[in-house]
């Protein structure tokens, strides 16, 4: 890797972290496509693996006093938990990138149809049980497949009325469990290789450090910001995906 490409490297790095502790979440989402430009693509994903592994747990302890909340989410909690090891089997089976492309158009339409959807607190108790249930059927499948669950959580969560915190807390409990389980994939398959664990623990510094920038301007946000800037990286992610998707699949 040449200077101005580890220059570049570093940026992007520093650019995720500060990305991922404004909102909470898009920390892969952002770097991976960009980290591509200059490494394979496997590479990229093992260099991040522990970044989002670490920035995820940091937010789970930043709101553990809202563990509680749990409760209204635990239908989703278990049959992710449950799926995520099917979704790893297919993971060789299916066709990422139409999965990606298929995520990224219900991003859309969740997008532009919210207003009409009723808010979980609106659903009698088996309703919200069910709703959950096959949300999280899909986020655990998805996340095993092909490692990007958080826009189903995103959308999941964005149907009850919990504050800023909640939020934050219950999509990084998920994606600690999501991205464990495709850290445990990768070292069975031997990716963790020592080069490749050394970049990954070298790139926990840059990450980190825009981690923290990131959260002091979250702490600063208003609650009504705080979401308009979720629904943004919401409608980012999804435009990254299809685009992706769609060079991959159709060029």
């Not at 999965?99 to 997008?111: M, N």
């Not at 059927?137 to 504050?163: D, E, Q």
Request: net charge positive.
């Amino acid at each position: 890797m040449s200077l101005p490409e580890a220059g570049f490297v570093i940026a992007v790095l520093l650019a995720g972290g500060i990305v991922k502790g404004v909102i909470g979440f898009g920390l892969p989402m952002f770097t991976i496509p960009l980290l591509t430009v200059v490494i394979a693509p496997r590479e990229a994903v093992v260099m991040m693996s522990l970044s989002i592994i670490f920035t995820n747990v940091a937010n789970v302890r930043l709101g553990i006093s809202e563990w509680r909340e749990l409760r209204h989410v635990v239908p989703y909690l278990g049959a992710a938990v449950l799926m995520i090891p099917v979704g790893v089997l297919f993971l060789h089976r299916g066709d990422p990138e139409l999965i990606r492309f298929l995520i990224g158009l219900s991003v859309y339409g969740y997008l532009a149809t919210r207003r009409f959807v009723p808010p979980m607190g609106a659903l009698r108790p088996r309703a919200r049980w069910g709703v959950g249930a096959g949300l999280g059927v899909a986020a655990g499948f998805l996340g095993g497949m092909s490692s990007i669950p958080g826009p189903v959580s995103i959308i999941y969560f964005s149907m009850f009325s919990f504050t800023k915190e909640v939020f934050v807390f219950l999509v990084n409990a998920f994606n600690t469990v999501s991205i464990s389980v495709l850290a445990g994939a990768l070292a069975f398959q031997g990716a963790y290789t020592p080069p490749a664990l050394l970049q990954a623990v070298a790139a926990l510094a840059p990450v980190l450090a825009g981690f923290w920038v990131g959260v002091r301007m979250r702490d600063r946000l208003s609650q009504e910001l705080f979401f308009r800037m979720v629904s943004v990286g919401l409608f980012a992610i999804a435009t990254g995906l299809i685009l992706r998707a769609s060079w991959l699949l159709f060029f």
